[in-house]
């Protein structure tokens, strides 16, 4: 049989969770579209690649994990590329473009895929295409798109720059290996798709092709184009009226089928993935009725499962999808009559999908409903690939319309301000397009995992011995034009969940009076942190930056310390510094009178709090310290001389959007003033100080 050759090139990624393989397998599905293919493989398969002896170009995508870490899939790789025995031009061979995931909003912005670049430098191998670094703070989207739009020329340019006899080799090389070219099939469909589309897509042909309906929507659209204000459904010139740019409709390579069959006694798996069930023994609100925000303290009882923790660790949680959206979807989908049908999920025959795998999340045999509430993030923003599949399950001509708008590249900032901004979920977009129905087969491969969600420990078991507690605000999300108010899923759930038990601030905790079967149960996984602890020499002075909920890991070290120093009058133990901020200190300072007995006893040396949203007081103080960076500076003598002489300890908890940040930038301020620094140099020393483990972040957002 001939073997046609069609350029080839490799995919790695390094995934943590989900979005660099989705973005690699999206470059994978456009490849054929430019004529070229593409073979994909995770990094941690180390039999399936090798690059000690790879010609193809090879494209890297790779996430950001921890402090800057590459993913955990991506470490066997970075092990073997930085073996110093590695002679300097050891990949020199090697042609390679790398696209880095980050978020801003992180110390080491981009670093997984950074260590991984300087390291195939190191070695010899060369750019074809430059590095391309995404923000998830600001939408990956934003960096993504355009860097895969470029990556198609500098893969042609790189292979016609390849010698004639090099490239074939490695097509040839690849036939053999896979004479399966069945890419070249899903290369004319996807190709003969885009054109109908394309075709689809102009207007004047939407126009005389689609019901009349559709032509009075447009002509309406066009009447009123000047009163228009463009909305999720809606679009407004010139994208109503300009030909569209879509991407490649991503192969369906799912099948499912619902057969009638018992699966009743369905629960959450325990022990599974290393979750316990544990009772939640207390409940109490910690801020006043008034308060902006609701935080809540839970105690949870670990005494019957082997669960080990330090104060810095944090614990995942097990959330479902609220049943309300879940009951919504079913409705949706036309599918309430299935709910209780045992689902099967396989890999569809002749789906041009490359690596296509049944998701491992949704588990065989099990409901329909209990896929939904378990199994699928059913709240994630929708990615551009889902929204474009959508659209060709949508019967409305103006409606699919609207959402291959949505999808397309001259629809970007309606994405971004519709759906991405928005957080809209997939079933607000079928409640936006009603002429949508997309078979399940399509929401199964489009719905990433129901994650858990973490939460810090907020005690120690010195302290608290067979029992954790944390500490959450209760997220809430306004209405707003794309989908109606809501609460943050795992919170929001949590609230329910412990209605029965939650105590106002300052009351008994009537759970002691309850058994223990009443008590609402949760699952939980410790996910213990390697660096986010006390120093183990107690000596060594600590300064501990922690606003809100942040202030939870710094309650667990100082219960540690106040019990520490019960034990053990003799021992010296270092200043302790706590920066603590909230708005009102009457309405959401947490944890107050726990902190001031640690002042009152010597465990925390200096509590220094500032109320952003409080009056200023009778004194009428000006410029009185709104947030704890403020307070950084008014104390910043104490804090460069406990880092830079006492060798001294930094830790930064909670908001990593803004507060983080800010702190960063105060320290930087700091060390610069105190040394004598400009901002490069003081960059180095807070650099040095991380690296010393020094200053720890554990931030989240
Ligand atoms: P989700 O439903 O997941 O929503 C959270 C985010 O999604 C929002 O911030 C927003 O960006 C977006 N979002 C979703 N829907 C909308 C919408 N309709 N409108 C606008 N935005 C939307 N939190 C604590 O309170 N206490 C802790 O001690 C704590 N410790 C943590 C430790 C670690 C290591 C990590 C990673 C996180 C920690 N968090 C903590 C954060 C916590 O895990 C959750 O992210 C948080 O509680 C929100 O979860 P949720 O499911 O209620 O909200």
């Given at each position: ?136 703070g600001t939408g990956l989207e934003v960096v993504v798109d355009p860097w895969i739009e470029g990556l198609w020329d500098a893969l042609k ?416 133990f270092g200043e302790t510094w706590l920066f603590f901020g909230c708005r009102h200190k009457d309405k959401d300072f947490l944890f107050r ?55 001294g300890c930094l830790y930064v908890c909670g908001d990593a959007k803004n507060m983080a940040k800010d702190v960063n930038d105060t320290l ?34």
């Open positions: 049989m001939p073997c046609e050759v069609a350029a080839r090139f490799l995919i790695l990624y390094g995934s943590q969770r989900g979005q660099a393989q989705s973005i690699a397998e999206e470059i994978c599905e456009q490849a054929a579209e430019y004529g070229l293919t593409a073979d994909i493989s995770c990094l941690s398969k180390q039999d399936k690649y090798n690059v000690d002896s790879e010609i193809r170009p090879v494209v890297f995508v790779v996430s950001t994990t921890g402090d800057g870490d590459p993913p955990d899939t991506a470490l066997k790789f970075v092990r073997k590329i930085k073996n110093k025995s590695l002679p300097h031009d050891h990949l020199s061979h090697l042609r390679y473009a790398l696209l880095a995931l980050g978020d801003t909003n992180y110390a080491n912005f981009c670093n997984g895929g950074k260590t991984i670049d300087s390291l195939l430098q190191r070695l010899g191998a060369k750019h074809f295409y430059a590095t391309g670094h995404a923000d998830d340019k790189t292979f016609s720059g390849m010698s004639a006899s090099n490239q074939t080799d490695a097509a040839r090389s690849d036939c053999t290996q896979d004479n399966n070219l069945k890419n070249a099939s899903g290369q004319e469909k996807n190709k003969s798709d885009l054109e109908v589309d394309l075709h689809l897509l102009k207007l004047s042909e939407v126009h005389s092709q689609n019901e009349k309906t559709v032509t009075s929507d447009s002509s309406d659209a066009e009447t009123h184009s000047t009163t228009l204000v463009a909305s999720l459904k809606q679009s407004v010139p010139p994208l109503s009226e300009s030909v569209l740019k879509v991407p490649t409709l991503p192969p369906s390579y799912l099948e499912v089928v619902l057969e009638q069959a018992s699966t009743e006694g369905e629960t959450v798996p325990s022990g599974k993935d290393g979750y316990h069930e544990v009772s939640i023994s207390k409940a109490v609100q910690l801020t006043q009725d008034d308060a902006v925000k609701s935080s809540i303290l839970l105690e949870l009882d670990i005494s019957e499962q082997d669960v080990a923790y330090q104060p810095g660790d944090s614990f995942d949680i097990l959330c479902p999808n609220r049943a309300s959206e879940v009951e919504e979807l079913l409705l949706r989908l036309d599918l309430q009559m299935q709910r209780n049908c045992a689902v099967q999920v396989s890999l569809l025959k002749n789906s041009s999908k490359k690596a296509a795998k049944v998701p491992l999340h949704i588990p065989q045999n099990s409901s329909l409903q209990f896929i939904l509430t378990w199994g699928l993030e059913i709240r994630s923003i929708p990615k551009k690939a889902f929204v474009r599949a959508l659209a060709d399950f949508t019967r409305s001509s103006s409606e699919k319309r609207r959402l291959l708008e949505l999808c397309s590249k001259e629809g970007s900032a309606d994405y971004n301000s519709f759906i991405r901004d928005s957080n809209v979920c997939v079933l607000d977009l079928l409640q936006a397009f009603p002429s949508c129905l997309p078979p399940l087969s399509l929401l199964f491969e489009h719905l990433p995992k129901l994650q858990p969600r973490a939460y810090s420990a907020a005690s120690s078991s010195l302290q608290h011995p067979e029992k954790v507690h944390f500490v959450f605000n209760v997220v809430e999300f306004p209405a707003c034009p794309e989908h109606p108010a809501r609460t943050g899923l795992c919170t929001g759930w949590l609230v329910d969940h412990i209605s029965s038990i939650l105590q106002p601030l300052g009351t008994v905790p009537a759970s002691e009076c309850l058994g223990t079967s009443a008590l609402p149960k949760v699952h939980v996984r410790p996910r213990p942190n390697s660096t986010f602890h006390l120093p183990s020499d107690p000596s060594v002075p600590v300064v501990m930056v922690g606003p809100g909920t942040g202030v939870a890991p710094f309650i667990g070290f100082l219960q540690q310390r106040e019990k520490e120093h019960e034990m053990n009058q003799e021992a010296t009178e726990e902190l001031e007995r640690f002042v009152h006893n010597g465990t925390l040396s200096h509590l220094i709090a500032c109320f952003s949203r409080d009056e200023p007081d009778a004194a009428g103080t000006v410029n009185r310290p709104t947030y704890v960076q403020h307070n950084l500076l008014l104390h910043a003598k104490n804090v460069a001389s406990i880092l830079l002489k006492d060798k930087l301020e700091i060390i610069g003033n105190e040394l004598q620094l400009d901002k490069l140099d003081a960059m180095k020393i807070v650099a040095g100080l991380r690296e010393e483990k020094r200053y720890l972040q554990d931030i989240w957002s």
